[in-house]
């Protein structure tokens, strides 16, 4: 469910899905019929070829070495899941569709075909298109630098508030930070039976901590010139009663 506030300068869809490759801690793989989920098993090269350790007796390997030729033997699918407790926790889900091949003691999997589901709906990636890409450069970093924001500066997340239109705070009960990547920060705005998310877009990109933490310096500074918005006003007060 969505807000008002405009949606700009956001990671396309071929680079979202190279940043949940990236960064996914676990994923389920479906291959002949069986479902099989794996925790810390998968690493991704440079071109997209995923690359998953299983134990031997897995039924990974004999679809793999049963599968007809140049045919889709296997689908790989992800979730991204939003590092500070909010509802609705997971950001997206990734499919991978392809071919598991072996690889010494590894199966690897070139994709043939990509669908990323996002909030707004699904995607057909042009696997081209996802080798080509690249995670975010931020995506590593993302996890740590959101919790730690929502953790020991609260009074920050509140202060962006101000930077959002007033009518996307109405009714509104809490506001946590939900992702960052290169091109600006996305605040989870919840009410008692729903939420919307807004976007706050950088200045400029940001291709490193170093520059997200300018960048984030400057949407602090935006906001310290705004108004707080009523909204926050009153659940402050109410908060203090």
Do not use: K
């Not at 990974?60 to 407790?85: G, M, N, Y």
């Not at 500066?153 to 946590?176: G, K, N, Y």
Request: charge should be negative; proline fraction near 7%; hydrophobic fraction near 40%.
């Amino acid at each position: 469910m969505g807000d008002t506030q405009d949606w700009t300068a956001a990671p396309g869809a071929a680079e979202r899905a190279r940043s949940v490759t990236a960064t996914a801690w676990s994923c389920a793989v479906t291959a002949d019929g069986a479902r099989e989920e794996y925790v810390g098993a998968h690493t991704v090269t440079d071109d997209g070829e995923v690359v998953l350790g299983v134990p031997g007796d897995s039924a990974l390997w004999a679809a793999s070495l049963c599968a007809p030729r140049q045919e889709p033997s296997a689908v790989l699918e992800f979730a991204d899941v939003a590092p500070v407790p909010v509802r609705h926790r997971i950001r997206a889900r990734l499919w991978l569709s392809g071919r598991l091949v072996p690889s010494g003691d590894s199966l690897r999997l070139r994709p043939t075909r990509v669908v990323l589901r996002r909030p707004s709906g699904a995607v057909v990636v042009d696997p081209d298109e996802f080798t080509a890409a690249r995670p975010d450069p931020l995506a590593g970093a993302e996890a740590g630098l959101l919790t730690h924001l929502a953790d020991a500066h609260p009074d920050a997340v509140e202060r962006l508030t101000r930077l959002v239109r007033p009518e996307s705070l109405h009714a509104v009960t809490r506001v946590v930070p939900l992702a960052v990547d290169r091109h600006g920060l996305t605040l989870r705005i919840e009410r008692t039976r729903a939420h919307g998310d807004v976007r706050l877009t950088f200045h400029t990109p940001a291709d490193d901590v170093t520059q997200l933490t300018e960048r984030m310096h400057a949407l602090l500074n935006q906001a310290s010139a705004a108004v707080c918005p009523r909204a926050l006003q009153r659940q402050r007060a109410d908060g203090d009663g």
